[in-house]
């Protein structure tokens, strides 16, 4: 049984470092080597993913805003774009340019230049 295993794993695992008999010695009770772990500083930006795309400069030319504060934008091309985070702010007098960027989980932030804080959003289809 465990000789199929251990074929199955060469196979599988053709041109790694690792062999079937390190596979054999983990089971025969072998010391599992320690990882060092470390934790990521803080101030790094999160690795972007290949497929995200880049980010869009986009010229806003209608800003409207509902009692709870939320705001909904209009793009120079039609596009709309509703705040989807619960943060009040100003917003510059339209129309002005903004990018809107990918943010993680298919989220994306609109970033005014010189504002303080992104605004998370989602396009309206």
Do not use: H
């Not at 002005?96 to 804080?117: N, Q």
């Amino acid at each position: 049984r465990d000789r199929t295993r251990l074929a199955c794993f060469d196979r599988v695992f053709a041109g790694s470092e690792l062999t079937a008999g390190d596979v054999a010695d983990a089971d025969a009770g072998g010391e599992p080597q320690p990882q060092v772990l470390t934790e990521p500083d803080r101030n790094d930006a999160p690795p972007s993913s290949p497929d995200a795309p880049a980010a869009a400069l986009v010229s806003i030319v209608e800003v409207q805003t509902n009692r709870a504060g939320r705001a909904t934008f209009v793009t120079a091309d039609g596009t709309v774009w509703v705040q989807t985070d619960s943060y009040r702010r100003r917003y510059p007098a339209v129309p002005f340019d903004a990018e809107i960027d990918a943010a993680s989980m298919g989220s994306f932030f609109l970033k005014v230049p010189g504002g303080a804080r992104a605004v998370r959003v989602a396009r309206r289809d």
